[in-house]
């Protein structure tokens, strides 16, 4: 039967191409056995749902457990009604009992029509009334908020001291947070900050990303049911793109296999893998769309905003910073600090985050193209001093982060650039006070670097050309750009003091100091 990579709800193992659970999770069929009630969080798509019910199924088909996996979404329409929820809540979970459990292992108040009205009294009945032990995991939980949400978690608290007669013997809380990251305020804007209401919790589990041998083995079994060839570096380039986030690693194998090289005689090779990147990013699918969401948020901000300038993390809480991480935004690096969480991700934030400038553009027309279309890297040069010191200024109230609005212009402006036509790879982290920059167009290719100057800090030209040094003898060239934006007060305007010279590197390479 004819397989494919999913993208888009649940996988379905008769039709898609997945990895067992038992291998991302080793331990949770211990802890049941063990009567724990845990909770298991991780980013959006990563297999959380997939997992769960591929757990449950084999829970209830080994004969030991009835498992089913149930969701809680419906009520989070209700948060300040937990009586209105409930109800919805009860009859999405009835439709998920009658769809996943055969009619023996179906509480048996379902048949005769009389069901509980409470969460806690319905899991009661179940739970005396059922031939096994009762394993029961509910996805969506941190879409509840408010009133609603304490409700569920103190009947859930209420009736585990009488497991596993009395109630079920397990209970799994699924959903991207932990349980202290739930909302509970007015708005949903506080958090619970506790496990409290949830206190009985043995564990908080996170689903981790795909290892490389994970992603092997996903794509090898394409290769098995088709035929179809992923060269060894075209597997291991996905993954540093990727970084193993499921859904990354599955969006961009679905791209390639389906439109890029249908035909199964062809060979997936890095260069094919590069371009569905480019075409996800272009694109920005619903995965990317939400975490794009996201960064409007003011906690998101306080530590995206440094790591894009490369300034150092300000004093940030610690909740706000494991939010980041369970979101899957960022990863806390081998190397220290926090990081964008990979490669892909690297390139949709700052794309995004300058969007609104790119849509405040002014008309430029592309003289930086020759009359055969390749680009012209001094033409650029001019173009772009051109519009800076015209538009510069005018467009830093375009973006949404002020600390940053010099990157995201020329970020806006280098987009219109390779529209169509190129591309472009950014390098950035925290703490190392710079953004690297490569524009690819046909077969130019132009390293930058962009250095802010701060009040009471030393100019950053010796610096940055030690920096771009390192950064140009890696892509091979011998000459760049290093942009540094004057941000100290009291300057004249941008037109006025925005100039360009040649300087000397150590390394001995002609780079185009440019200063605005």
């Given at each position: 039967?004819?397989?494919?990579?999913?993208?888009?709800?649940?996988?379905?193992?008769?039709?898609?191409?997945?990895?067992?659970?038992?291998?991302?999770?080793?331990?949770?069929?211990?802890?049941?056995?063990?009567?724990?009630?845990?909770?298991?969080?991780?980013?959006?798509?990563?297999?959380?749902?997939?997992?769960?019910?591929?757990?449950?199924?084999e829970l209830t088909a080994s004969g030991k457990y009835t498992a089913v996996m149930v969701s809680v979404e419906v009520g989070s329409a209700f948060p300040d009604q937990p009586e209105i929820a409930e109800r919805r809540i009860l009859d999405a979970w009835q439709d998920a009992i009658d769809c996943w459990l055969p009619t023996e292992l179906q509480p048996s108040f379902l048949t005769n029509g009389n069901p509980p009205q409470r969460i806690g009294s319905f899991l009661k009945s179940w739970a005396e009334t059922s031939k096994r032990p009762l394993v029961v995991f509910i996805d969506e939980i941190d879409s509840l908020q408010n009133q609603t949400l304490i409700n569920v978690l103190r009947q859930l608290r209420d009736g585990f001291p009488r497991r596993p007669q009395s109630f079920p013997q397990?209970?799994?809380?699924?959903?991207?947070?932990?349980?202290?990251?739930?909302?509970?305020?007015?708005?949903?804007?506080?958090?619970l900050n506790t496990s409290s209401p949830f206190n009985i919790k043995v564990e908080s589990l996170t689903l981790s990303n795909f290892t490389l041998e994970d992603v092997k083995s996903l794509y090898e079994q394409h290769t098995q049911s088709t035929g179809q060839i992923f060269n060894p570096k075209a597997i291991n380039h996905a993954y540093y793109l990727t970084q193993g986030q499921p859904w990354l690693v599955n969006a961009i194998a679905r791209q390639v296999t389906e439109y890029l090289a249908e035909d199964v005689n062809i060979p997936i090779t890095v260069d094919l893998i590069n371009q569905a990147k480019d075409i996800l990013i272009q694109r920005q699918d619903t995965h990317l769309d939400s975490l794009a969401e996201r960064l409007r948020e003011d906690r998101v901000k306080a530590i995206i905003?440094?790591?894009?300038?490369?300034?150092?993390?300000?004093?940030?809480?610690?909740?706000?910073?494991?939010?980041?991480?369970?979101?899957?935004?960022?990863?806390?690096?081998?190397?220290?600090?926090?990081?964008?969480?990979?490669?892909i991700y690297q390139e949709v934030i700052p794309k995004v985050l300058s969007q609104g400038t790119q849509d405040s553009l002014p008309m430029i027309q592309p003289s930086w193209l020759t009359p055969t279309g390749e680009l012209n890297p001094q033409i650029l040069l001019e173009t772009f001093l051109d519009f800076w010191r015209q538009h510069g200024e005018p467009l830093f109230k375009s973006t949404p982060y002020p600390e940053i609005a010099p990157h995201l212009v020329l970020m806006a402006f280098l987009h219109r650039v390779v529209n169509g036509g190129g591309s472009l790879e950014r390098e950035y982290a925290i703490g190392s006070g710079r953004m690297d920059i490569c524009l690819r167009y046909g077969d130019v290719v132009l390293g930058m670097e962009l250095k802010v100057w701060k009040q009471g800090k030393p100019d950053p030209l010796p610096k940055g050309l030690v920096q771009l040094d390192k950064y140009l003898s890696g892509l091979n060239l011998d000459t760049g750009w290093l942009i540094i934006f004057d941000r100290r007060p009291d300057l004249p305007p941008i037109s006025d003091r925005t100039t360009t010279e040649i300087a000397q590197s150590p390394q001995g390479r002609n780079i185009t100091v440019i200063r605005g």
């Open positions: 039967m004819t397989k494919w990579f999913n993208t888009a709800g649940p996988c379905k193992p008769d039709i898609h191409y997945t990895l067992p659970t038992s291998e991302r999770l080793p331990q949770l069929k211990r802890l049941i056995e063990q009567e724990n009630y845990f909770v298991i969080h991780a980013p959006r798509q990563t297999g959380k749902t997939t997992a769960m019910l591929t757990l449950a199924q397990c209970v799994a809380l699924i959903g991207m947070r932990d349980v202290r990251d739930y909302k509970v305020a007015s708005g949903g804007t506080d958090r905003e440094p790591i894009l300038s490369g300034e150092e993390l300000p004093n940030t809480p610690e909740d706000d910073r494991r939010y980041l991480l369970d979101l899957g935004l960022v990863i806390r690096s081998k190397e220290g600090g926090l990081k964008v969480a990979n490669p």
